[in-house]
Nanobody, 116 residues
């Protein structure tokens, strides 16, 4: 089992920045990829960014050039630096980890609200 705890959400004005963090604990040796997803009411959860154990990254087109995902393997954490935030970035952001046999784990979510 892997436990994920997110932090860093909040309210920010458009154009501002926020940094989300996700701390992993438990069977961390099994973690392959980690990432961030987001969801707004009435819509499906969507991928924001992922990072592999080797550091390869993948971003949704909507956040490319504005968001940066990073991973500290020594501290078992993953971060999402969000710059130039837009109102449409408002969502609940979830940390995700993929373990052995591709089992997925999720954090509890953290609210990000961008005001116009």
């Amino acid at each position: 089992q892997v436990q994920l705890v997110e932090s860093g959400g909040g309210l920010v004005q458009a154009g501002g920045s926020l940094r989300l963090s996700c701390a992993a604990s438990g069977s961390i040796f099994s973690i392959k990829a980690m990432g961030w997803y987001r969801q707004v009411p009435g819509k499906q959860r969507e991928l924001v960014a992922t990072i592999s154990s080797g550091g390869s990254t993948n971003y949704a087109d909507s956040v490319k050039g504005r968001f940066t995902i990073s991973r500290d393997n020594a501290k078992n954490t993953v971060h999402l630096q969000m710059n130039s935030l837009k109102p449409e970035d408002t969502a609940v952001y979830y940390c995700n980890a993929v373990g052995s046999r591709n089992v997925e784990y999720w954090g509890q979510g953290t609210q990000v609200t961008v005001s116009s």
